[in-house]
T-cell receptor, first 114, second 115 residues
């Protein structure tokens, strides 16, 4: 069965420093992987997605993620944090071979310190 | 192009009551998915409608039901409300089934509180 684990429930970084949000997945097939961001009182927004093309995926707002099959990981990174990055981030796995059932991780709250 | 909208924004009900939540899809989208997001948790898939028919369901009891209308707007109905139904309910629309190639666009959600 597919599953996704976000290894940190909260991450705090200083403005201007790198961001790393960790995600591990479990899947019987070749999964599709996504990162979504949720700002307070706003809908979930897609940051980026991996769909078996390039393993390094670039998304919006300077975020990127690398698919590592050997480590079953899909960590989200950004070189320099901005105050506006403070939000909840969700890693999502979808198995195309299993009716595209979509599983969300529990989320990581990113705090940006001034 | 308007985005996904949901109504109402907030709702308070008591145990045993019934509730209907509404969602208007993004223009041109024919697939709607509903999610329940409990406090401090990630969204959990309830069900999906594609061209007015249920097209997949998560681990939710039958008292969670839905409809999709010819204009592709949708309703989520919950009967016999329980305290644990308190959550943010999210609607997402997509052009065709939300495979890896079809992005889902989420609404802001309806916050349901059951007392």
């Amino acid at each position: 069965a597919q599953s996704v684990t976000q290894l940190d429930s909260h991450v705090s970084v200083s403005e201007g420093t790198p961001v790393l949000l960790r995600c591990n997945y479990s899947s019987s097939y070749s999964p599709s992987l996504f990162w979504y961001v949720q700002h307070p009182n706003k809908g979930l927004q897609l940051l980026l997605k991996y769909t078996s093309a390039a393993t390094l995926v670039k998304g919006i707002n300077g975020f990127e993620a690398e698919f590592k099959k050997s480590e079953t990981s899909f960590h989200l990174t950004k070189p320099s944090a901005h105050m506006s990055d403070a939000a909840e981030y969700f890693c999502v796995v979808s198995d195309p071979g299993r009716d595209d059932k979509i599983i969300f991780g529990k989320g990581t709250r990113l705090h940006i310190l001034p | 192009e308007t985005g996904v909208t949901q109504s109402p924004t907030h709702l308070i009900k008591t145990r045993g009551q019934q509730v209907t939540l509404r969602c208007s899809s993004q223009s041109g989208h024919n697939t709607v998915s509903w999610y329940q997001q409990a406090l401090g948790q990630g969204p959990q898939f309830i069900f999906q409608y594609y061209r007015e028919e249920e097209n997949g369901r998560g681990n939710f009891p039958p008292r969670f039901s839905g409809l999709q209308f010819p204009n592709y707007s949708s309703e989520l109905n919950v009967n016999a409300l329980e305290l644990d139904d308190s959550a943010l309910y999210l609607c997402a629309s997509s052009l065709d089934r939300p495979t890896s190639y079809n992005e889902q666009f989420f609404g802001p959600g309806t916050r349901l509180t059951v007392l």
